[in-house]
């Protein structure tokens, strides 16, 4: 076997689980289930896919989506990061803060659901502050917990020079916490994602949540099917995007070679 035939081998290996189990479903979806009217074909929902695809329908409603989940994550990582830093450093702080974020943190997103229905309405507002509530927290904690974490002497040196919170929260709190800080983005990212078509599922009528509970209610499969294939996609797809990002801005940072 020739090195580029390894090669390929080994580039297609994290592939091999994921296309079998799609061809197991498409075998049982045209033999056991052929009766099913819960189930249809993978390549059924692929051809459903492409219709989303050319009548805009899929582009309309994964805009819709990625523009709520964005612009509350937006928010929640300004809010969360901000007031992470300033907890992070200030044990007082923190200290009068505790009450208050443990009593908030574990209220469900989703139950904030009637009361931004009453004070926003249906739509983008009403979505995304959900999501930047949901996004908020895991950004507000992660954050703490690194510059918590930072190496004391690093703090020591920013006091020997004189540095103000702001300069020493830029030149020498940020670097140190770059790793750790995307951990945070990529959860608040995934939390972003999951929320905002949970709300679409539940209340919103708008985006690829409601989208695919349309599919579901007209006894379309195959649609639902798409619909959700397509929303594991553009997870995977942010996903990659926040390691691309992390890489980059870690190391015109300085946190890795």
Do not use: C
């Not at 580039?11 to 009217?37: D, I, V």
């Not at 612009?71 to 992470?84: F, R, S, Y």
Request: aromatic letters at 8%; charged letters at 10%.
């Amino acid at each position: 076997m020739t090195s580029v035939a390894v090669k390929l081998l080994h580039a297609l290996r994290p592939w091999w689980f994921p296309f079998a189990a799609l061809a197991a479903f498409e075998w049982y979806a045209r033999t056991l289930g052929q009766s099913s009217e819960a189930l249809a074909p993978p390549s059924a929902a692929l051809r459903a896919l492409g219709t989303a695809m050319l009548d805009g329908s899929l582009l309309q409603a994964t805009a819709f989506t990625l523009s709520s989940a964005a612009l509350g994550l937006l928010l929640a990582a300004t809010l969360g990061i901000g007031l992470g830093l300033t907890l992070g450093l200030s044990r007082r702080a923190a200290q009068m803060s505790f009450f208050s974020v443990e009593v908030l943190r574990p209220i469900p997103s989703v139950a904030l659901i009637p009361l931004a229905m009453l004070v926003f309405g249906f739509g983008l507002r009403m979505e995304f502050s959900i999501v930047a509530f949901a996004s908020f927290w895991p950004m507000l904690i992660l954050t703490q917990a690194a510059v918590q974490q930072v190496e004391p002497r690093l703090l020591e040196v920013s006091q020997v020079l004189g540095l103000s919170p702001a300069q020493r929260s830029v030149k020498i709190i940020l670097p140190a916490i770059v790793p750790r800080l995307f951990v945070a983005l990529r959860l608040g990212v995934a939390v972003a994602l999951v929320v905002a078509v949970t709300v679409e599922i539940a209340a919103n009528p708008e985006g690829m949540g409601y989208a695919m509970m349309i599919a579901q209610q007209s006894l379309d499969p195959a649609l639902m099917l798409a619909w959700l294939f397509w929303i594991g996609v553009i997870g995977y797809l942010i996903n990659v995007a926040a390691l691309w990002l992390e890489r980059r801005v870690a190391h015109r940072m300085g946190a890795m070679p």
